[in-house]
């Protein structure tokens, strides 16, 4: 018995996908849940290290190991650093939508999400990068977003937890593609720490990084030896770090190291597995939550 | 014999010194916000839940054929039904389906009453769905009432696993009598939530803590298989499919299997086994 909707192959006949993916969230990060803290210069200039150092520091491990990568930025950043979000765009990666602000969304009315949406595209032409994809920037899926995307020609998502396969998402005009992710690999989840204000809330102690890569490449060999997909998030903020970077170089490393793992960009995945793919298997969890609900569509 | 307040020393079948139970809560996306409601607005969370019967479990069930182990599903009733092929496929593997409320409710929230109609609803699926209904019992989450130990004896329930007041078996004295419930009690530290589970949204855990690096969790449930075999207890896990049902997380439940096996003297079997066993080595006073 093995997991439902393995496919077997990926493109080219590998035998696992691997997606790496960063979060561009600069100070949107803090501010978007937190306005009350604008102004805590010390803390917010955590944040704008990724955009000081860390993009670029990024963007030079990720071309010296030769592997692909996929950046969501929510609309706001945009706004405010155009010229980083080219630097990444003129880098070869890929660039999806997240959102307008780090707010959640799930309880926007559907007009003000169509504006929030159409707010955050007109940033992205302004500075003429495509955006193809979606990832929630943080929070809940809100009912009737996957029309509101494929209206404005997003075709696939990475927002869902769970999982090692991709999915799909129904609307009534379409279906999106979902690459989900899982708080394992996520920088954020092991690293962020800030004293005042508290992150996280309790304080935990900052992760041991041969914990983590340890984690993280568990993960990767054991998903690789079933033949599933393996996504990585990471923030600029976060992961590039002098000492995370050479974590990052180790980790590199083994992905380009695994024959028969493919590294894949967000849009390449979906858009082979949307013509691949047609149909999910039988319980597959967001089936048997429409079914549960009556609803079609999400 | 057991003692007056239902514990004693167990002798284990076969010349076993202890034994073990692999045992997974098997809770998808039933709990509170399914409960509430509001988990109908929450497809991500959904999913999370979901991922357990869809994803990780036919991932473990591959696990403990390879280690040819035998194991127990706490199932909340509303899981079978929705699941029904996966949750009969791991009946048919030889595992043990056993109750886990109907939505994984929380027992102390439930009057007597409902209590009764919680399990009463959940055994008539388990016979319709799996053929049988469950002689053992997991309180869902939290606690139970004062009256929930009656009704499970009264229903012919042989053991409930939702205690943590010791490291062997031991039979339920109600109203001052011995009883024929069985508690095969476990241990938060070998629960997955305490090491590896992180959820957001609502945060889990709430301080926002990280997940544990794998060699180490795992090492720590080494440790206390060796801990268990000295005592000659029965050591009980506490596993989420959900939680511990990754790629990479499921290799650990094969070591430990595998450990458990190859250490020669542990009795691993169901929760089921070990409860009829405790029964049939001990008399009732």
């Not at chain 1, 990568?69 to 880098?91: K, L, M, N, Y």
């Not at chain 1, 914990?211 to 490449?217: A, H």
């Not at chain 2, 053991?159 to 009690?185: F, K």
Request: net charge negative.
């Amino acid at each position: 018995m093995t997991v439902p909707g393995l496919p077997g192959r990926w493109p080219g006949g590998a035998r696992s996908v691997a997606v790496v993916t960063v979060d561009l969230q600069a100070d949107r990060a803090v501010l978007g849940p937190h306005p009350e803290y604008a102004g805590l210069d010390k803390t917010l200039s955590t944040a704008r290290y990724g955009l000081r150092h860390g993009v670029d520091a990024l963007l030079d491990r990720l071309d010296r190991a030769g592997v692909p990568s996929t950046w969501f930025v929510p609309g706001t950043v945009v706004a405010e650093h155009p010229q980083v979000v080219c630097r990444v765009r003129d880098a070869g990666a890929a660039v999806g939508l997240q959102g307008w602000d780090v707010v959640p969304l799930h309880d926007t009315d559907p007009d003000a999400l169509a504006v929030l949406l159409d707010r955050a595209l007109a940033e992205f032409e302004r500075a003429r990068v495509t955006a193809d994809g979606f990832r929630l920037p943080c929070g809940e899926w809100p009912l009737d977003l996957a029309d509101a995307l494929l209206a404005r020609g997003i075709a696939w998502s990475s927002s869902f937890v769970s999982g090692e396969l991709p999915f799909r998402i129904p609307g009534t005009i379409g279906e999106l593609v979902e690459l989900p992710f899982h708080w394992t690999m996520n920088d954020r989840q092991a690293f962020e720490w800030n004293f005042a204000p508290a992150m996280p809330a309790g304080h935990a102690r900052i992760a041991a990084y041969d914990d983590v890569l340890d984690n993280w490449l568990t993960e990767f060999h054991a998903t690789h030896d079933e033949g599933g997909m393996w996504v990585l998030t990471m923030h600029p903020e976060i992961m590039a770090t002098p000492g995370r970077l050479v974590v990052l170089d180790e980790l590199l490393r083994e992905l380009r190291g695994q024959s028969g793992c493919r590294l894949m960009t967000g849009p390449e995945l979906a858009r082979w597995w949307a013509d691949s793919h047609p149909h999910d298997p039988p319980g597959q969890p967001l089936s048997v939550f429409l079914g549960a609900t009556g609803r079609t569509h999400l | 014999m057991s003692r007056p307040d239902g514990t004693g020393p167990v002798h284990w079948p076969g010349g076993a010194g202890s034994a073990a139970v692999l045992a997974f809560d098997l809770d998808g996306p039933t709990g509170r916000a399914m409960i509430d409601g509001s988990l109908w607005r929450r497809p991500i969370r959904f999913a999370q839940g979901g991922y357990g019967p869809f994803a990780a479990l036919p991932r473990l069930l591959d696990t403990l054929a390879r280690t040819n182990t035998r194991a127990t599903f706490f199932t909340p009733a509303w899981v079978v039904e929705h699941w029904p092929a996966a949750v009969l496929g791991a009946a048919a593997a030889g595992h043990e389906i056993a109750h886990h409320g109907y939505q994984h409710e929380r027992f102390l929230d439930l009057t007597p009453d409902q209590q009764a109609e919680v399990i009463d609803r959940s055994q008539e699926i388990f016979r319709s769905v799996l053929g049988r209904p469950a002689t053992g019992f997991r309180t869902p989450t939290g606690d139970w009432s004062p009256e929930t130990r009656g009704l499970l004896a009264a229903r012919g329930f042989r053991y409930s696993s939702s205690l943590r007041d010791g490291h062997t078996p031991y039979r339920h004295v109600i109203d001052g009598r011995i009883t024929d419930l069985v508690e095969i009690p476990a241990r938060v530290d070998l629960d997955d939530y305490a090491h590896l589970a992180y959820f957001r949204d609502p945060d889990f855990p709430s301080g926002g803590d990280r997940i544990a690096g794998y060699r180490g969790v795992l090492a720590s449930w080494l440790r206390e298989i060796e801990g268990f075999r000295r005592v000659g207890g029965c050591l009980i896990t506490t596993f989420h499919p959900q939680v511990i049902g990754t790629p990479g997380r499921a290799r650990l439940v094969g070591e430990l299997a595998n450990s458990l096996h190859t250490a020669g003297d542990v009795w691993v079997t169901t929760a089921e086994d070990v409860a009829a066993h405790v029964l049939s080595t001990w008399e009732a006073r």
